[in-house]
């Protein structure tokens, strides 16, 4: 195989799938790791080289930690409330 991109065709093409494409597979890997909260968007930024810009504006959603700091004052302004 002399190129990524040729061999990631070939592949996706013998298999049936449309679509696929280097970028397509970055994707779904930065999606599925961020998924899995097991690193923040530093670490991932670095692994994927990939800047933590863009992991914040197209994936960090998808993080069980996204918005952790804002359910966390609410949840203390309810307590505060209730209490």
Same mark, same amino acid.
Request: proline letters at 4%; charged letters at 25%.
């Given at each position: 195989?002399?190129?990524? $991109? =040729? !061999?990631?065709? %070939?592949?996706? #093409? *013998?298999? !049936?799938?449309?679509?696929?494409?280097?970028? +397509?597979? $970055?994707? =779904?890997?930065?999606? /599925?790791? +961020?998924?899995?909260?097991?690193?923040?968007?530093? #670490? /991932?930024? !670095?692994?994927?080289?990939?800047?933590?810009?863009?992991? *914040?504006?197209?994936? /960090?959603?998808?993080?069980?930690?996204? &918005?952790?700091?804002? +359910? #966390?004052?609410? #949840?203390? %302004?309810? &307590? &505060?409330?209730?209490?």
């Amino acid at each position: 195989m002399g190129s990524i $991109k =040729t !061999g990631i065709h %070939r592949a996706a #093409e *013998r298999a !049936g799938l449309d679509g696929v494409t280097p970028h +397509v597979l $970055k994707h =779904t890997a930065i999606t /599925w790791a +961020v998924m899995s909260g097991h690193a923040d968007v530093e #670490e /991932w930024a !670095g692994f994927f080289d990939t800047s933590p810009e863009t992991i *914040r504006r197209h994936y /960090w959603h998808h993080s069980p930690r996204h &918005q952790a700091r804002a +359910v #966390e004052a609410i #949840e203390r %302004r309810g &307590q &505060q409330l209730c209490g």
